[in-house]
Nanobody
């Protein structure tokens, strides 16, 4: 099993910054792609940034140029630096990972895992 623990959410004024972190843990695992999603009230969960194990990144147009995703493979941690925050960024932010479990077994398996979510609020 893989556990994802997020931290770093909070209340910030428009134009401010926050940095989210998500640490993955588990035994016999390898973390592949990591990503951040968000879900605003009354809206569907959307993908906003992703990063491969080799460091290739992608961003939703709504956050491009303002948010930066990065990762520390040694610590199985992904970060989301959010700058110039806007009220429309208000949402619960979720960490997602594709991870292989049982890497030392004869039947490794890749599955999807989610963090518990962290609230980011940017008041108008």
């Amino acid at each position: 099993q893989v556990q994802l623990v997020e931290s770093g959410g909070g209340l910030v004024r428009p134009g401010g910054s926050l940095r989210l972190s998500c640490a993955a843990s588990g035994s016999g695992i390898m973390i592949n792609t990591m990503a951040w999603y968000r879900q605003a009230p009354g809206k569907q969960r959307e993908s906003i940034a992703g990063i491969t194990r080799s460091g290739t990144t992608n961003y939703a147009d709504s956050v491009k140029g303002r948010f930066t995703i990065s990762r520390d493979n040694a610590k199985s941690t992904v970060f989301l630096q959010m700058d110039n925050l806007k009220p429309e960024d208000t949402a619960v932010y979720y960490c997602h990972a594709k991870a292989i479990t049982g890497i030392l077994s004869d039947r490794p398996r890749e599955s999807d895992y989610w963090g518990q979510g962290t609230q980011v609020t940017v008041p108008t």
